[in-house]
C-alpha cells in the first residue's frame, strides 16, 4: 500500500510505499581495506604541498594537526573576486564571490566517520562553527552550506574523510523554502515548526532514532529517501553557529551514533549530510531552526522524481527508525 505524505516544513510531496523487496544499492563507497596513509592523496599528511595553504587547523599530540582546513584547489566561488551585480536583459548574474574550503577531518585516510572517537569529532563540529564565525565577518556574504559528499554516489571525489564550506552572497532556494513556510505556519499557529516536530516525535517515538540531553535523531514523516535520518536541536535557535559547548559534544555523540547505524543498517552506503541553518546576517528567528540532514544515497533519482518533484521512497520511516533502533553497536 501506497501513501503521499506532505513534508509539514515545506510541503514537498512524497510518494511513501512498503516496497519488501527493494534492496539500497551500495557502491561499496566508503569501505574497502585502505592504507593509513596513501602517498598519491592530496589530504594526506606529508603531501600539504599539493593542496593550498592551511586556512585553519586543529592541532593533536605534538605538532601534528587534527583537523585542517583547505582551500578547494578548484572552488566554486572565490573570496578574492569582486561583488557584482548586473542584468542581462531579464536575466540576473552575480559575480562568483564566496568561499570554498575544505574540511579534511583526520590525517588517516583509512577512518571513516564512525571510527573516529569522540574528542575527534568535538574537533570538526568545533572547525565547522570556528569557520562560520569567521566568514561572517565578511559583510558581502549571505549563507554558509557545510556538507559531506561520502562516496562516489554522494559525489565524493577524494576518498579521505572531509566535508566542505561554501560561503555564498545570496542565500539558497532550499533554505529560503523553509524559512518561508516555517514563517507560514509561525504566523498561524504562534509557534515553531521544528519544536512541534519535537514534541511530536519524542510523544509518539514511532520515528524516533535516538534521544539525548540535547538532541533528537529521526527519520522524518516524509522522508525523501530510504534512511533518511535529520537530527534537530532541543533548544530553539536559528544559527548552527550558535551552538554552546555541552550541545556540541551532544552533537558529536548523536552524529556518529546516526552515521554507525546508518553504515551497519546498509553495510557502508554513500551519504551526504548537511547543516541547514539561518542566513548568517538574520537575527534570532521565532520560526526558524538549525538541524542537520542525513540523506543515505540508496535510490537513484527518475524521471518521475525529477519531472514532478516528487520523491519516492520504498521504506516507510517508521521502520526505517525501528530498524536503526534495534541496530547494536560496539
Given at each position: 500500500?501506497?501513501?503521499?505524505?506532505?513534508?509539514?516544513v515545506?510541503?514537498?510531496?512524497?510518494?511513501t510505499?512498503?516496497d519488501?523487496?527493494?534492496?539500497?544499492?551500495?557502491d561499496?563507497?566508503?569501505?574497502?581495506?585502505?592504507?593509513?596513509?596513501d602517498?598519491a592523496?592530496?589530504?594526506?599528511?606529508?603531501?600539504?604541498?599539493?593542496?593550498?595553504?592551511?586556512?585553519?587547523s586543529?592541532k593533536?599530540?605534538?605538532?601534528?594537526?587534527?583537523?585542517?582546513?583547505?582551500?578547494n584547489n578548484?572552488?566554486?566561488?572565490?573570496?578574492?573576486?569582486?561583488?557584482?551585480n548586473?542584468?542581462v536583459?531579464?536575466?540576473?548574474?552575480?559575480?562568483?564571490?564566496g568561499?570554498?574550503?575544505?574540511?579534511?577531518?583526520?590525517?588517516?585516510?583509512?577512518?571513516?566517520f564512525?571510527?573516529?572517537?569522540?574528542?575527534?569529532?568535538?574537533?570538526?563540529?568545533?572547525?565547522?562553527?570556528?569557520?562560520?564565525?569567521?566568514?561572517?565577518?565578511d559583510?558581502?556574504?549571505?549563507?554558509m552550506?557545510?556538507?559531506?559528499?561520502?562516496?562516489?554516489r554522494?559525489?565524493?571525489?577524494?576518498?579521505h574523510?572531509?566535508?566542505?564550506?561554501?560561503?555564498?552572497?545570496?542565500?539558497?532556494?532550499?533554505?529560503?523554502?523553509?524559512?518561508?513556510?516555517?514563517?507560514?505556519?509561525?504566523s498561524?499557529?504562534k509557534?515553531?515548526?521544528?519544536?512541534?516536530?519535537?514534541?511530536?516525535?519524542?510523544?509518539?517515538?514511532?520515528?524516533?532514532v535516538?534521544?539525548?540531553?540535547?538532541?533528537?535523531?529521526?527519520?522524518?514523516?516524509a522522508?525523501?529517501?530510504?534512511?533518511?535520518?535529520?537530527?534537530?536541536?532541543?533548544r530553539?535557535?536559528?544559527?548552527?553557529?550558535?551552538?554552546?559547548?555541552?550541545?556540541?559534544?551532544?552533537?558529536?555523540y548523536?552524529?556518529?551514533e546516526?552515521?554507525?547505524?546508518?553504515?551497519?543498517a546498509?553495510?557502508?552506503?554513500?551519504?551526504n549530510?548537511?547543516?541547514?541553518?539561518?542566513?548568517?546576517?538574520?537575527?534570532?528567528?521565532?520560526?526558524?531552526?538549525?538541524?542537520?540532514?542525513?540523506?543515505?544515497?540508496?535510490?537513484?533519482l527518475?524521471?518521475?522524481?525529477?519531472?514532478?518533484?516528487?520523491?519516492?521512497?520504498?521504506?516507510?520511516p517508521?521502520?526505517?527508525a525501528?530498524?536503526?533502533?534495534?541496530?547494536?553497536l560496539?
Amino acid at each position: 500500500m501506497s501513501e503521499i505524505r506532505k513534508d509539514p516544513v515545506t510541503n514537498r510531496w512524497v510518494i511513501t510505499l512498503d516496497d519488501r523487496n527493494f534492496k539500497p544499492a551500495t557502491d561499496y563507497g566508503a569501505g574497502g581495506n585502505l592504507p593509513e596513509n596513501d602517498k598519491a592523496c592530496p589530504f594526506c599528511p606529508g603531501n600539504e604541498d599539493k593542496t593550498g595553504k592551511t586556512i585553519y587547523s586543529i592541532k593533536s599530540s605534538g605538532d601534528k594537526w587534527q583537523v585542517r582546513v583547505i582551500p578547494n584547489n578548484n572552488p566554486y566561488l572565490k573570496v578574492e573576486t569582486q561583488l557584482k551585480n548586473k542584468g542581462v536583459g531579464i536575466f540576473d548574474i552575480i559575480t562568483g564571490t564566496g568561499a570554498n574550503e575544505v574540511i579534511i577531518e583526520t590525517p588517516r585516510h583509512d577512518l571513516d566517520f564512525d571510527r573516529l572517537d569522540m574528542a575527534h569529532i568535538v574537533s570538526i563540529i568545533r572547525t565547522y562553527r570556528d569557520r562560520i564565525l569567521d566568514l561572517k565577518n565578511d559583510t558581502r556574504l549571505e549563507y554558509m552550506l557545510i556538507f559531506k559528499n561520502r562516496g562516489a554516489r554522494a559525489g565524493e571525489t577524494v576518498h579521505h574523510l572531509h566535508s566542505q564550506l561554501i560561503a555564498m552572497p545570496v542565500v539558497p532556494a532550499s533554505i529560503t523554502d523553509e524559512i518561508d513556510s516555517s514563517l507560514k505556519y509561525f504566523s498561524f499557529k504562534k509557534r515553531c515548526i521544528y519544536c512541534d516536530i519535537l514534541e511530536n516525535e519524542m510523544l509518539l517515538k514511532e520515528r524516533l532514532v535516538k534521544e539525548t540531553e540535547h538532541f533528537i535523531l529521526i527519520t522524518p514523516f516524509a522522508s525523501q529517501t530510504p534512511f533518511e535520518m535529520w537530527i534537530l536541536p532541543k533548544r530553539h535557535t536559528p544559527h548552527f553557529h550558535g551552538i554552546n559547548e555541552s550541545e556540541t559534544k551532544d552533537l558529536a555523540y548523536i552524529l556518529k551514533e546516526g552515521i554507525s547505524r546508518m553504515n551497519k543498517a546498509l553495510n557502508r552506503p554513500s551519504y551526504n549530510y548537511m547543516i541547514h541553518s539561518a542566513p548568517v546576517k538574520a537575527g534570532e528567528l521565532e520560526h526558524y531552526h538549525w538541524h542537520l540532514e542525513i540523506l543515505p544515497r540508496v535510490k537513484p533519482l527518475a524521471g518521475f522524481e525529477w519531472g514532478s518533484g516528487f520523491y519516492i521512497n520504498p521504506t516507510l520511516p517508521e521502520d526505517s527508525a525501528a530498524y536503526l533502533r534495534g541496530i547494536t553497536l560496539p
